[in-house]
């Protein structure tokens, strides 16, 4: 089992900004791609966003312009900034070694009024 630890969840406004963050232990965390995932109440999870072990970026196309991934090798955490939210994207986020079959608990992210 690899811990992956996620944080920094919580209620937001229409309009304001999360940071969410992602520890993983048990791993070669620097040869890994890693994504951020999101499972809304009644639908399938989706990919939100991925970065490659070299720091390659990509993004589903109802976040971009709006999150961004980033990854620190040295601390073995890959972040999701999160700005202009919206209430659709309400969901439990993950994060997920690409290629592995480890899931952390993940962190609610509800964007309410």
């Known amino acids: 089992q690899v811990p992956l630890v996620e944080s920094g969840g919580g209620l937001e406004q229409p309009g304001g900004s999360l940071r969410l963050s992602c520890t993983a232990s048990?791993?070669?965390?620097?040869?890994?791609?890693m994504g951020w995932y999101r499972q809304a109440p009644g639908k399938q999870r989706e990919l939100v966003a991925s970065?490659?072990?070299?720091?390659?970026?990509s993004y589903s196309d109802f976040v971009q312009g709006r999150f961004m991934i980033s990854r620190d090798n040295g601390k073995n955490t890959v972040a999701l900034q999160m700005n202009n939210l919206k209430p659709d994207d309400t969901a439990v986020y993950y994060c997920?070694?690409?290629?592995?079959?480890?899931w952390g608990q993940g962190t609610q992210v509800t964007v309410s009024s």
């Open positions: 997920h070694p690409i290629g592995t079959l480890y």
């Open positions: 048990g791993i070669i965390f620097s040869t890994y791609s």
């Open positions: 970065i490659t072990n070299r720091a390659i970026t």
